[in-house]
């Protein structure tokens, strides 16, 4: 099936004709339209700080002359190796408006990867967030001859300390921008009117689970369409966005998704950004905010889900009991929307509104969520499960699917068309075709990406002469409307009896568990599967203190019989649904958490497959030399 709609083209800067949209004109347009309104919201030193967008532009102003007197030129690249943080919204918007291209790096990046991600883009200026990022560059600046000059935010550890020619700190950073900006008046809105849809806005860096990562060139002529589609048509959100709503930023932003959530919905739409003060404080955060669009990964999900069940256990026996009570009524409110696609019934209304006075109000002011008018899921598989608990207890959750080469535009599931287990359907102005013979994904929209930079070849083996996006995913329709994606194509298991297994379905089912953080399922030309298994430190902690097991570390705590012994329950009843050649017929514990610095998780947490299987082979192979036993054994 193929649904298909025909767009208007985008427009073009000729002579005479209306000057191109972007980023930078949006925001230029919200600050004369709406000077006073607060634009975003970054904490210092405990109290949140407000940013209207007159100052939002004016500051962005100031950093785009700043660009343009260290000598930015029309497609050179800006790099900003930092936290999501205001200066992270004015450095890309000032790059967008001299006509330049955006390059996140992920904060967890270690040296290597910078001196790969700055050398491989050509950055000629770089913006660190602190000591910590500065020291990385340092490390590797001899290996980035492009590079020019590096500009630290943050100057605790650096002022007075620090004496590299290619230095400046921020201060230093916007007086260049204020003295050429007073010597240049108009030079910046200059550069912007000269902008063309085929201008690349951002190199957004794949997270390279399979090799080293691909710079995905986004035009702004991607970008808007990706505007056009999630924010003015409201395509996640039904409602479109608008300047009442909020949202929490705290995914990296050099993420397609977080870039859409906190850049795009803010410039588009005028929706007010909150930064989170990190990740660590991030349901912190959520309960200061009360966010009205929160988007997160399953793994987020899974850990507020894991939040409450720890709270619960420790609550009094009055809080248990009425938990208990309404957590159940949320089980059936859920369910029932699972049938309905997301719509109340009168009973669940009458049933919800009770349970609102008795339990989900506290419930959800408790985890941030109080005021959610739409939630989304995307980046990777997440569990039904997970979704149905919080569909119950009021958050309407949908998943989505998109991807970095196809600016995160591909499908959704839309309020009141809900289908649990599918990514949704195709946005309006997508086409989507599911290969006939290999199952795989393909996408073809405006939205679709230019192409890897400095990559030629690898660009010509995901996206066709014609502008179809080979998207590496298997999927099949759900009645004709809605897809499933069943796994990546690379990652589909080929037992050594030839049966073809989807592992993320197992593994999300594992990973459903509030005790299991990881699961990794093997079986590639195997006789049987078997799985790697990571523990969620704080929830079997909790649960291993309350049955009075002992334990120092994540390895001790994970080695604990009755640890191994109740995640052996786990995967036992995991086993029952799937057929038996779907079964995890052995497992073993992971004996550290995994680490995106040791190369076993991406940037983004994904699982490296490879390097796991390589730096894990002895439990792997203990597995399989083994009889053929029990799951733990």
Request: proline letters at 6%; charged letters at 25%; a neutral charge.
């Amino acid at each position: 099936m193929t649904t298909s709609v025909v767009t208007a083209p985008a427009a073009t800067a000729t002579s005479g004709g209306p000057p191109v949209t972007t980023l930078a004109t949006r925001v230029r347009d919200r600050a004369l339209q709406t000077p006073k309104q607060v634009a975003m919201r970054q904490k210092d030193l405990g109290i949140w700080q407000e940013v209207t967008w007159a100052s939002y532009w004016d500051t962005v102003l100031t950093v785009g002359h700043a660009l343009l007197a260290l000598g930015i030129e029309p497609g050179d690249r800006v790099a900003i190796h930092s936290e999501n943080r205001r200066e992270w919204l004015f450095t890309d918007v000032a790059t967008v408006a001299v006509r330049g291209a955006t390059v996140g790096l992920y904060p967890t990046n270690p040296p290597p990867e910078v001196q790969y991600l700055l050398s491989h883009s050509g950055a000629k200026v770089l913006v660190v967030e602190d000591q910590e990022q500065l020291d990385k560059a340092l490390a590797v600046l001899d290996e980035c001859p492009d590079l020019q000059r590096i500009v630290y935010v943050d100057p605790k550890g650096i002022r007075n300390r620090y004496h590299h020619p290619k230095l400046l700190s921020w201060d230093e950073f916007l007086a260049i921008g204020a003295e050429h900006r007073a010597a240049n008046p108009g030079a910046v809105e200059e550069r912007m009117a000269q902008a063309t849809p085929d201008d690349i806005a951002t190199l957004i860096y794949t997270s390279g689970t399979t090799g080293r990562p691909k710079g995905a060139m986004l035009s702004i002529a991607n970008v808007e369409f990706a505007i056009e589609v999630l924010v003015e048509r409201g395509g996640f959100t039904g409602r479109p966005p608008n300047p009442s709503d909020l949202v929490l930023s705290y995914l990296p932003l050099c993420h397609v998704v977080e870039r859409a959530f906190s850049v795009w919905f803010n410039a588009g739409g005028g929706v007010q950004v909150n930064f989170a003060e990190s990740i660590a404080t991030v349901q912190t955060n959520l309960r200061e905010v009360q966010p009205t669009i929160l988007f997160g990964v399953p793994r987020i999900w899974e850990r507020i889900l894991a939040s409450v069940q720890i709270g619960l256990r420790n609550a009094s026996l009055f809080k248990r009991a009425n938990a208990k009570l309404w957590l159940a009524v949320a089980d059936r409110i859920g369910q029932t929307l699972v049938r309905t696609g997301g719509k109340h019934t009168v009973g669940t209304r009458l049933l919800y509104a009770i349970g609102w006075v008795f339990f989900y109000r506290a419930l959800r002011e408790r985890i941030g969520m109080r005021r959610v008018r739409h939630a989304a899921s995307g980046a990777a598989p997440i569990a039904p499960e997970v979704l149905r608990f919080f569909m119950g207890i009021g958050v309407p959750m949908h998943e989505a699917y998109g991807m970095t080469e196809n600016a995160a535009i591909a499908t959704t599931n839309r309020p009141g068309r809900v289908k649990l287990g599918t990514v949704g359907e195709p946005h309006e102005g997508v086409e989507l075709r599911i290969d006939e013979e290999t199952g795989e994904i393909l996408t073809r929209h405006p939205g679709v990406f230019v192409g890897y930079f400095r990559d030629p070849e690898a660009t010509a083996r995901v996206l066709t002469p014609d502008g179809w996006l080979h998207t590496g995913d298997i999927g099949e329709w759900v009645d004709g409307t809605h897809v499933r994606i069943t796994d990546r194509a690379k990652d589909i298991i080929i037992t050594s009896g030839g049966k073809n297994i989807a592992p993320s379905e197992i593994e999300n089912a594992l990973k459903a568990s509030p005790y299991i953080k990881e699961a990794i399922v093997i079986g590639d030309r195997r006789p049987y599967l078997v799985a790697l298994i990571g523990i969620e430190m704080e929830t079997v902690g909790d649960w291993a203190t309350r049955r009075g097991i002992p334990y120092t570390t994540y390895r001790d705590l994970s080695e604990q019989p009755e640890v191994i012994a109740l995640v052996q329950r786990i995967v036992d009843e995991v086993n029952t649904r799937f057929a038996r050649v779907s079964n995890v017929r052995k497992f073993r514990m992971l004996p550290k958490e995994l680490d995106h610095e040791d190369g076993e998780l991406t940037a983004t947490q994904k699982v490296k497959r490879s390097a796991i299987e390589k730096l894990f082979a002895d439990l792997v192979e203990d597995m399989y030399g083994k009889r053929e036993g029990g799951a733990g054994s």
